[in-house]
């Protein structure tokens, strides 16, 4: 785990599950300890999704996050 970079969470339904070629996209105000110019890129992530808000993790996954867009603020999640 140490090579791990970043923990991204999610309680979305059906959205680690089903995205379409395994991507999405989030705007920088989702990230929590960390400002977007420290963002390291190809970074290996861990993906946790919970059952529900504050309910336990239901599956996790290991990727890599890249490509960021730190311009488009107010994009959809989707």
Do not use: C
Request: charge should be neutral; hydrophobic fraction near 30%; charged fraction near 30%.
């Amino acid at each position: 785990m140490k090579d791990i970079k970043y923990i991204m969470v999610t309680n979305f339904g059906d959205h680690w599950d089903n995205l379409p070629n395994n991507e999405t996209s989030y705007t920088t105000g989702l990230l929590i300890g960390v400002r977007p110019e420290e963002l390291i890129e190809n970074a290996k992530t861990l993906f946790i999704k919970l059952s529900r808000r504050y309910g336990p993790p239901e599956k996790a996954w290991i990727g890599y996050v890249y490509g960021y867009d730190t311009k488009r603020e107010k994009q959809d999640l989707f």
